[in-house]
């Protein structure tokens, strides 16, 4: 990869679109039909609302792949609906920032498992939201469309599981993506009060429960347990 390509990719992580624009139209002028630079300079233009010009370059890659799914997917979103309320506002640096500060026990960036395809990944970008969904025992980070994008790792899954079962409320942010690497960002919104002691994440990854079973007497429990004398453990679990 040449490294203008990889400064190209770069600005498009960190949401610096108009310097994503620039450097991708002159990778264009070395190779006017490279779809992956196509696809790129499309999603900066729609990141800041120019949709003529984002569906304009989205069709001209459906002319060099008629199954493009990047390009097809995101021309589907462009003529989902109205600009205003459809499309990501361009987003500075400061704005960056400001939502990757961390807080101990509040936050966590964590890089997920079982990545989903290129297809569904590679329109990601730095700080577009995600969401956390619990199905079989597991934490499924999902984009806006509701598409699999990846999973918590077990332990802090588990962790999550109990506390957002019991009424804690999180939200999640792309933090990097890099071919299949994609890292979020965590962070609590609201505590409840059966949990104002325990923080929703522990300072390094070995964030596993021990388990205390019913009954048990004289046991000391790990510092970052969650006290909860009706939780059990559910051993039954499925695989993704």
Same mark, same amino acid.
């Given at each position: 990869?040449?490294?203008?390509?990889? &400064?190209?990719?770069?600005?498009?992580?960190?949401?610096?679109?108009?310097?994503? /624009?620039?450097?991708?139209?002159?990778?264009?002028?070395? $190779?006017?039909?490279?779809?992956?630079?196509?696809?790129?300079? !499309?999603? !900066?233009?729609? =990141?800041?609302?120019?949709? %003529?010009? !984002?569906?304009?370059?989205? &069709?001209?890659?459906?002319?060099?792949?008629?199954? $493009?799914?990047?390009?097809?997917? $995101?021309?589907?979103?462009?003529?989902?609906?109205?600009?205003?309320?459809?499309?990501? +506002?361009?987003?500075?640096?400061?704005? /960056?920032?400001?939502?990757?500060?961390?807080?101990?026990?509040?936050?966590? #960036?964590?890089?997920?498992?079982? /990545?989903?395809?290129?297809?569904?990944?590679?329109?990601?970008?730095?700080?577009? @939201?995600?969401?956390?969904?619990?199905?079989?025992?597991?934490?499924? #980070?999902?984009?806006?469309? %509701?598409?699999?994008?990846?999973?918590?790792?077990?332990?802090?899954?588990?962790?999550?599981?109990?506390?957002?079962?019991?009424?804690?409320?999180?939200? *999640?942010? /792309?933090?990097? #993506?890099? $071919?299949?690497?994609?890292?979020?960002? !965590?962070?609590?919104?609201?505590?409840? *009060?059966?949990? %104002?002691? &325990?923080? =929703?994440?522990?300072?390094?990854?070995?964030?596993?429960?021990?388990?205390?079973?019913?009954?048990? +007497?004289?046991?000391?429990?790990?510092?970052?347990?969650?006290?909860?004398?009706?939780? @059990?453990?559910?051993?039954?679990?499925?695989?993704?």
């Amino acid at each position: 990869m040449t490294p203008l390509k990889t &400064q190209a990719i770069q600005t498009a992580l960190t949401g610096d679109w108009e310097n994503a /624009i620039t450097l991708n139209e002159s990778l264009l002028s070395e $190779n006017p039909d490279d779809i992956d630079t196509l696809n790129r300079l !499309a999603f !900066a233009y729609s =990141s800041m609302s120019n949709v %003529k010009e !984002a569906k304009r370059i989205y &069709q001209k890659v459906l002319l060099l792949d008629a199954q $493009n799914p990047i390009a097809l997917r $995101n021309l589907k979103r462009l003529a989902g609906g109205n600009v205003s309320t459809s499309q990501p +506002k361009p987003m500075s640096f400061s704005h /960056i920032s400001t939502l990757f500060i961390e807080e101990p026990g509040k936050t966590k #960036v964590i890089e997920l498992l079982n /990545i989903a395809d290129k297809k569904v990944i590679s329109p990601l970008r730095s700080g577009e @939201e995600v969401f956390l969904s619990i199905k079989r025992m597991k934490v499924f #980070v999902l984009d806006s469309q %509701k598409q699999f994008i990846g999973m918590l790792p077990d332990d802090i899954g588990s962790r999550l599981i109990r506390f957002m079962n019991g009424g804690n409320i999180y939200e *999640a942010f /792309i933090k990097s #993506v890099d $071919n299949n690497k994609v890292i979020i960002f !965590a962070r609590e919104v609201k505590r409840i *009060a059966k949990f %104002k002691d &325990q923080p =929703s994440f522990t300072p390094t990854d070995k964030s596993k429960l021990t388990l205390v079973p019913k009954g048990s +007497k004289n046991v000391k429990k790990p510092e970052n347990e969650i006290d909860d004398p009706d939780y @059990e453990e559910n051993e039954e679990e499925e695989s993704f």
